[in-house]
């Protein structure tokens, strides 16, 4: 019987695409999950044939991108992902990735909006979209402070342990730039404390008189904090019902909107609405 050889390269590239999306699931699954998964629990999962499952996963430990542990024989995520996964992020530029985010943001507050990272303890601001307000905060863009003194900082300490944060600050003075600027490591980690539990960070007038800010942390695809997003204002129309009601849900969203595009894949899809 005589075949044509269109036919068989044609079933061939369709057996190679199919294998791919296969070998594609079986990432997906094991990415989603926390714990490793036995053999079984992908071929049930995935509803492929055990055969099928066992070629993928050998190729796909021989590359590095899936692990086998002898001791349970379970299978995990390789080292090769998270070394892509680094790679992407690297190549992002932060300034231009947030920029759209921060932009839809000052839209909807018409307040100023910025993007800053921790650095040694420290504030550094990277970009801010003014408000049109013609009453509003200076420009922070390029500004070094302690993070201990802004909503962005705080926001951003509020990722790490208690123990990191002690460590962070240890032997260090903590400057007064106002009266209501914390004054010590205890009364940060209270204010870090509230700061994990409402979901979002607070400056009012602790590092400049008459100004209200509100912060949420931006995270990588590996949870770890990488920025933080605020909006700021002259306190007068920055009340605690507007931010409660209107700046910080904005804010929230608009700091996970941000985090999903570094691949953070963490947040609890019922609060996302």
């Known amino acids: 019987m005589r075949v044509e050889k269109g036919k068989i390269k044609r079933e061939k590239s369709e057996y190679a695409v199919q294998a791919v999306s296969n070998a594609i699931d079986i990432l997906e699954l094991l990415g989603n999950c926390e714990h490793e998964l036995s053999m079984s629990e992908i071929v049930s999962t995935l509803e492929l044939t055990k055969s099928n499952v066992n070629k993928l996963l050998a190729n796909l ?38 920029n759209q985010v921060l932009n839809n943001l000052k839209t909807s507050l018409n307040e100023s909006t910025y993007i800053g990272v921790l650095r040694h303890g420290n504030v550094v601001y990277l970009n801010v979209l003014e408000t049109d307000e013609p009453v509003r905060v200076m420009p922070r863009i390029g500004n070094v402070g302690p993070a201990y003194a802004t909503a962005i900082g705080k926001a951003q300490l509020s990722v790490f342990g208690d123990k990191e944060i002690i460590s962070l600050y240890e032997n260090k003075v903590f400057r007064k730039l106002t009266d209501k600027t914390i004054a010590n490591i205890d009364e940060l980690l209270k204010d ?82």
Do not use: W
């Open 61 to 98: 430990e021989r590359f590095g991108y899936v692990e086998h542990n002898k001791y349970t024989g379970n299978f995990r995520l390789g080292v090769k992902t998270f070394q892509i996964s680094q790679a992407y992020i690297n190549k992002l530029n932060l300034i231009d990735i947030s």
């Open 192 to 273: 870090i404390a509230e700061v994990r539990n409402r979901g979002y960070a607070l400056d009012l007038e602790e590092y400049e008189e008459e100004v209200h800010c509100v912060a949420v942390p931006v995270l990588d695809f590996m949870g770890k904090v990488i920025a933080g997003i605020s909006v700021s204002g002259p306190k007068v129309r920055m009340s605690m019902e507007r931010i409660e009601k209107e700046i910080a849900p904005l804010l929230i969203e608009s700091a996970h909107i941000l985090s999903s595009k570094f691949g953070y894949t963490g947040y609890d899809e019922s609060t996302e609405k």
